[in-house]
């Protein structure tokens, strides 16, 4: 159950939008914080009213009602006032009033080299601006927190300094400060350290805020919690500048399963591979497949090895029930595999084959020679499901069309223009029919044509979408004498599949994937003739 005794605190808006190739549109920062919420995350830092036009629209908006949350409270980042300036006369602290935000994120220099180098100013001077701006908020009715900027430095140049920046905040009103490796430059065990001896030293609560220069900000995050920080800051999916944040994703995942704390709203961990996936698609970024807890592989198994493990008991290569966390537990089919992989994956595409030992063994071997020819099944379960189909079924297999053949060709015209011209011979419910179509390329001509001649006897394939098509150059020859490698996302508008084709040409190891994208099709909706 959420409370206020810890504060799970989300930056993905403000600090998450520095990552280089990041650029939110005020919709985008609605739709995330919506997301965020969704998570179950406590506050959720929007940025900078006054300094950033679109984050002045977003709070009005916000304000306006466009943004109804449950679980999160929206925040407002922004600077102390400038050295030599009344407070009330600030223009970027009046705009922080003005967002409308209850609760106000100040960043402060904690480190005495900044103090005097890039503020330009006294120590004494710069705790005013702390003291006064947190005092003249409060007074408004705002909460505030306070990042301590470059905190862990400044404390190797001068452990005491951190301190009394905590403590005038305290005095003035602040409810949280949080210590920012801003750098990050950080390793667990020295912030364990110096948060164990803040705390001893200062009356504040303390949060924290790291870095990944290290690779070390989850790390160092539950290192800080456990010397006793209840304020935890990250952004989804590690975005930020340079290397990232902590990824809030990894945080939560470390915190609920590992550190046993109650930190989110009952059902919001299961939330977390959706919301991590839904972010990465308004954000234009891939999303990391290999992410901790979130990433589609996060509980991928590939040797044959952890696969007869896994069918005796999952939790002996699991370190967690990826369902905790809204993911699923994946058996790849590979060179690798032994039997204990093909019967799991067989189960899990629904096509158990576990009664047939003799079926495994065919597929085992099948897939070993396929591999070393240069195919593919790991990121193809429809071609490795038509597979096992065949080899469950053998000479029996029921095939919705037959191909005679297939022709393409490629017309490059006088004035430069490219015509790509297919023909299919095929046999579909007893009926052989011949189509022709044009394409902008080789590929997306035959996969008009072929679906041209199925659609007379199945009318739904007019659905199937090829959305992605993916070619590689494999290992061995050189250049053009290569074998390529296609793999081919079709969709239904429902559902999507991947299937693969190998080849020494080009066009022919895209009809494979091709043929296995309309039959996968076929085979998993109930398209009569």
């Known amino acids: 159950m959420q409370t206020d ?72 980042f922004g600077a102390t006032r400038k050295a ?21 994120t100040l960043v402060a220099k904690s480190d005495v080299l900044h103090v005097e180098r890039a503020l330009r100013t006294t120590v004494e001077e710069n705790l005013a601006m702390v003291r006064d701006t947190v005092a003249f908020l409060r007074a408004e009715g705002r909460r505030v927190f ?23 905040a305290a005095e003035a009103g602040a409810d949280v400060g949080v210590l920012c490796d801003t750098n990050g430059g950080m390793l667990p065990m020295g912030v364990h350290d110096i948060v164990t001896d803040v705390r001893r030293r200062a009356g504040i609560r303390l949060g924290i805020h790291t870095q990944d220069d290290t690779g070390c900000a989850v790390a160092n995050t539950l290192a ?48 977390m591979q959706r919301v991590s996936h839904a972010i990465a698609e308004i954000a234009n970024l891939a999303q990391d497949t290999h992410a901790p807890y979130v990433g589609a592989s996060a509980f991928a198994h590939k040797a044959g090895l952890h696969a007869s493990a896994i069918k005796v008991s999952p939790e002996l290569y699991n370190h967690l029930d ?26 899990e595409l629904g096509v158990d084959v576990t009664a047939r030992p003799d079926v495994v063994s065919k597929v085992v071997d099948r897939v070993k020679e396929r591999e070393s020819d240069g195919w593919s099944y790991e990121a193809a379960d429809a071609s490795f499901e038509l597979l096992l189909r065949d080899e469950l079924d053998g000479d029996d297999a029921a095939q919705p069309f037959t191909v005679e053949s297939y022709r393409v060709i490629v017309d490059r015209r006088e004035d430069g223009a490219m015509v790509s ?17 044009e394409g902008n390329g080789p590929v997306n001509a035959l996969d008009r044509a072929l679906r041209k001649a199925l659609e007379r006897v199945y009318p739904r394939l007019a659905d199937l979408e090829l959305t992605d098509y993916k070619v590689r150059i494999m290992p061995g020859k050189h250049g053009t004498d290569a074998v390529t490698r296609v793999l081919i996302e079709t969709s239904d508008g429902q559902r999507e599949w991947t299937t693969v084709g190998v080849h020494g040409n080009v066009i022919e190891a895209s009809w494979l994937a091709l043929h296995d994208a309309v039959r996968y099709g076929l085979l998993r909706e109930p398209l009569r003739p």
């Open 146 to 168: 306070l990042d301590c900027e470059h905190f862990f430095d400044g404390y190797k140049h001068d452990p005491d300094y951190g301190v009394r920046v905590l403590d005038a």
């Open 5 to 76: 005794d810890f504060h799970v605190f989300d930056t993905t808006l403000r600090d998450g939008a520095q990552r280089e190739g990041i650029t939110y549109s005020v919709a985008d920062k609605l739709a995330v914080a919506r997301l965020l919420d969704q998570l179950g995350v406590g506050f959720i830092e929007g940025g900078w009213p006054g300094a950033m036009p679109k984050d002045t629209e977003f709070f009005a908006r916000a304000a306006d009602g466009e943004l109804a949350l449950k679980n999160a409270v929206l925040v407002a």
């Open 224 to 271: 800080a919690v456990d010397a006793g920080a209840t304020h935890a800051q990250g952004t989804a999916n590690g975005y930020g500048e340079r290397a990232g944040n902590a990824n809030i994703f990894s945080v939560l995942g470390g915190l609920v399963t590992k550190m046993g704390m109650d930190v989110l709203p009952d059902g919001c961990l299961g939330e």
């Open 322 to 347: 990826p369902e905790l966390v809204g993911n699923d537990q994946r058996i790849l089919v590979t060179e690798m595999a032994g039997r204990a992989s093909v019967e799991l994956k067989s189960r």
């Open 421 to 437: 011209e297919a023909t299919v011979k095929v046999v579909a419910a007893g009926e052989r029919v011949i189509s022709t179509d």
């Open 84 to 104: 030599g300036v009344r407070v009330e006369d600030d223009p970027q602290v009046r705009a922080l009033l003005d967002s409308r935000a209850s609760v106000v």
